[in-house]
């Protein structure tokens, strides 16, 4: 048998999830196919999971806060329609971002997103060859924060995956509620009938439970998705960590103003 460290970061349990062996890489990204998302459970050590909370607690203050109207499909709406249609119903979101930029450079968080056997593993999940970070300073690595009254209304994710790792629970609320399918942004079918149907709380959806520590890889792109309001004094805080297929994927300058407040 191996040595623990020999196959794991200090960050990454990788003793409970063989992301090293090739059949379990294989289960994951069927999982992930399949289910439009996979949850390991414990993957990262309560000691990371400490220490990024407390940097969270700390930059909260930091963190750029918005308050947005927006469509499910995060683009302009469409004044050649109803107001009611699907297409412009509006969504309201709260949230605060912390920023890369912010975040230390002995945080825990840069040695997991940087550790070799973690993202050999996400890139076979993901199907990607190679993963790169955003060019810009503020977009990799990102906590959002979300205390109480705030929520993140139903969207469709703009990447295909993202890859997040929950860093602490509020009291109440804060449920990532999703419908998988709902649309094919590749085949141009926008999902109408059901994304009004979501919107009407008429079309059951499902919960996804998960715990401080675990890892989600979520595909967003077509899996209408949403944060319910947080209740409570206990701020929820997650991480977002962005991995691109390419390395001259970059956001606008709109976007990172729109995110962060700023470009740099
Ligand atoms: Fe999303």
Not at 109 to 135: C, K, M, N, T
Request: glycine share 6%; proline share 5%; charged share 25%.
């Amino acid at each position: 048998m191996m040595k623990a460290d020999s196959l794991t970061s200090r960050h990454i349990r990788g003793f409970r999830h063989p992301i090293h062996e090739v059949e379990f890489r294989h289960r994951c990204r069927n999982e992930l196919e399949t289910e439009g998302v996979l949850v390991l459970r414990e993957f990262f050590t309560d000691a990371v999971i400490q220490q990024a909370a407390e940097e969270s607690a700390a930059l909260e203050a930091s963190a750029f806060y918005s308050n947005a109207v927006h469509n499910v499909y995060l683009t302009a709406t469409d004044p050649e329609l109803t107001g009611t249609h699907p297409f412009n119903r509006p969504v309201v979101s709260n949230k605060g971002l912390i920023a890369d930029d912010l975040i230390a450079t002995n945080s825990p968080l840069r040695e997991i997103y940087a550790d070799p056997q973690f993202r050999a593993f996400l890139g076979f999940v993901l199907g990607l060859e190679s993963l790169y970070p955003y060019p810009d300073e503020l977009s990799t690595i990102v906590i959002s924060v979300a205390s109480e009254g705030m929520e993140l209304g139903w969207h469709f994710d703009t990447s295909a995956s993202s890859v997040t790792m929950l860093l602490q629970s509020p009291d109440g609320g804060g449920v990532f509620e999703y419908v998988p399918e709902v649309r094919d942004a590749d085949a141009g079918d926008m999902g109408f009938a059901r994304v009004k149907q979501v919107l009407d709380g008429r079309e059951p959806v499902r919960t996804l439970d998960f715990s401080p520590g675990d890892l989600v890889v979520f595909r967003g792109r077509n899996a209408l998705h949403r944060v319910t309001t947080v209740n409570g004094s206990t701020t929820r805080s997650v991480v977002i960590l962005a991995f691109n297929e390419r390395p001259d994927a970059s956001m606008s300058q709109e976007a990172l103003r729109t995110f962060f407040g700023r470009t740099t």
